[in-house]
């Protein structure tokens, strides 16, 4: 192995270290921070008519009257052996339910990626060639306000204009068992918008600055110089440096396109991973809450880490030793 491999290798290998680190400290939070939730599962599960006995017993049965100490050793045991544990509402795995949230929650994130990223970017570097001037502008006001609108609104305003006035598509997001791929995008093409307008305004504002930062840089300039063609010098040279805060940005908000969608999945009755970390809450589900959230963070490393990676490949301090 070269010396430039293994500085590269070093730092990813560092970044990995950091990322476990981060999900041991991170389940560590989520189960202490289940515990303190309000409310008992027992009671939960039986309802406000049920005699405090059986109560008692109930939650004996689930474990909840153990030490914490215990309860946190049993569980993470188990999850390391892949065991998500039991859910107490619906008393069986608890993977299956997250399989299929986190499924939901995939679609509807990629057809959002799908959408914003390219639109993103390509604004970004726009705005960035036409610093100062009208269009830059217009992408950069329009990306603020349409960053600055809660879901929720945006998310309503949608379902009233394009569901409900000119009937042109479903308002729910869930397509129903076994419809077909066009159907299920026709269902996921509203909520899917109040996601593209948040995201819009920071992956195109990253794009942008980071394009201004390289078409100033030396090698730019050098590039100029040498009688290269502005497209030629933008697509070589440009485009690969300037996108290095962009890919961070992107890794940043995969974590809240799997996990935080709680109010748009609410919104369009979707069945996703947020949702059902959101119901698990209300019902006091601890080992669904808990590994939801964890899967979520799972997610998020992994977003991170391939962000990580390709900054690496792309940066040429990293490839080139300074891991540092």
Same mark, same amino acid.
């Given at each position: 192995?070269?010396?430039?491999?293994?500085?590269?290798?070093?730092?990813?290998?560092?970044? #990995?270290?950091?990322?476990?680190?981060?999900?041991?400290?991170?389940?560590?939070?989520?189960?202490?921070?289940?515990?303190?939730?309000?409310?008992?599962?027992?009671?939960?599960?039986?309802?406000?008519?049920?005699?405090?006995? @059986?109560?008692?017993?109930?939650?004996?049965?689930?474990?909840? &009257?153990?030490?914490?100490?215990?309860?946190?050793?049993?569980?993470?045991?188990?999850?390391?052996?892949?065991?998500?544990?039991?859910?107490?509402?619906?008393?069986?795995?608890?993977?299956?339910?997250?399989?299929?949230?986190? $499924?939901?929650?995939?679609?509807?994130?990629? #057809?959002?990626?799908?959408?914003?990223?390219?639109?993103?970017?390509?604004?970004? %570097?726009?705005?960035?060639?036409?610093?100062?001037?009208?269009?830059?502008? %217009?992408?950069?006001?329009?990306?603020?306000? @349409?960053?600055?609108?809660?879901?929720?609104?945006?998310?309503?305003?949608?379902? $009233?204009?394009?569901?409900?006035?000119?009937?042109?598509?479903?308002?729910?997001?869930?397509?129903?068992?076994?419809?077909?791929?066009?159907?299920?995008?026709?269902?996921? +093409?509203? *909520?899917? $918008? *109040?996601?593209?307008?948040?995201?819009?305004?920071?992956?195109?504002?990253?794009?942008?600055?980071?394009?201004?930062?390289?078409?100033e840089s030396d090698y730019a300039r050098t590039a100029t110089l040498k009688g290269l063609k502005r497209s030629v010098v933008i697509r070589r040279h440009v485009l690969r440096n300037s996108l290095?805060?962009?890919?961070?940005? +992107?890794?940043?908000?995969?974590?809240?396109?799997?996990?935080? #969608?709680?109010?748009?999945?609410?919104?369009?009755?979707?069945?996703?991973?947020?949702?059902?970390?959101?119901?698990?809450?209300?019902?006091?589900?601890? *080992?669904?809450?808990?590994?939801?959230?964890?899967?979520?963070? %799972? %997610?998020?490393?992994?977003?991170?880490?391939?962000? &990580?990676?390709?900054?690496?490949?792309?940066? *040429?301090?990293?490839?080139?030793?300074?891991?540092?």
């Amino acid at each position: 192995m070269s010396s430039r491999e293994g500085h590269v290798t070093t730092y990813l290998l560092r970044r #990995l270290g950091l990322a476990l680190i981060t999900l041991w400290l991170l389940s560590l939070i989520v189960f202490f921070a289940g515990q303190v939730l309000p409310g008992d599962p027992g009671r939960a599960i039986l309802g406000n008519l049920a005699t405090p006995g @059986a109560v008692a017993t109930l939650d004996h049965q689930l474990g909840v &009257d153990r030490p914490l100490l215990t309860q946190y050793w049993t569980w993470i045991t188990g999850l390391l052996h892949g065991d998500l544990g039991l859910s107490y509402q619906y008393r069986s795995a608890v993977e299956p339910f997250i399989q299929a949230a986190i $499924i939901n929650s995939v679609k509807l994130a990629a #057809l959002a990626f799908i959408v914003v990223v390219p639109l993103g970017i390509f604004g970004g %570097v726009v705005a960035a060639l036409y610093v100062g001037r009208g269009l830059d502008r %217009v992408v950069s006001v329009s990306g603020l306000s @349409a960053a600055t609108v809660p879901e929720f609104v945006s998310g309503i305003v949608v379902i $009233i204009i394009f569901g409900v006035e000119l009937k042109w598509l479903p308002v729910t997001a869930t397509a129903g068992s076994g419809a077909s791929v066009p159907s299920q995008l026709q269902h996921l +093409i509203l *909520p899917a $918008i *109040p996601l593209v307008l948040i995201l819009f305004g920071y992956i195109a504002r990253m794009a942008r600055a980071g394009t201004i930062e390289a078409l100033e840089s030396d090698y730019a300039r050098t590039a100029t110089l040498k009688g290269l063609k502005r497209s030629v010098v933008i697509r070589r040279h440009v485009l690969r440096n300037s996108l290095l805060p962009t890919i961070t940005v +992107i890794a940043t908000q995969t974590g809240y396109l799997i996990g935080g #969608l709680v109010v748009v999945e609410t919104l369009f009755n979707y069945q996703g991973i947020g949702n059902l970390i959101y119901k698990a809450a209300l019902a006091k589900d601890f *080992p669904m809450f808990e590994a939801g959230i964890l899967i979520i963070g %799972v %997610v998020y490393m992994v977003a991170t880490l391939v962000a &990580d990676t390709l900054s690496t490949l792309l940066n *040429p301090r990293l490839r080139f030793g300074s891991a540092e």
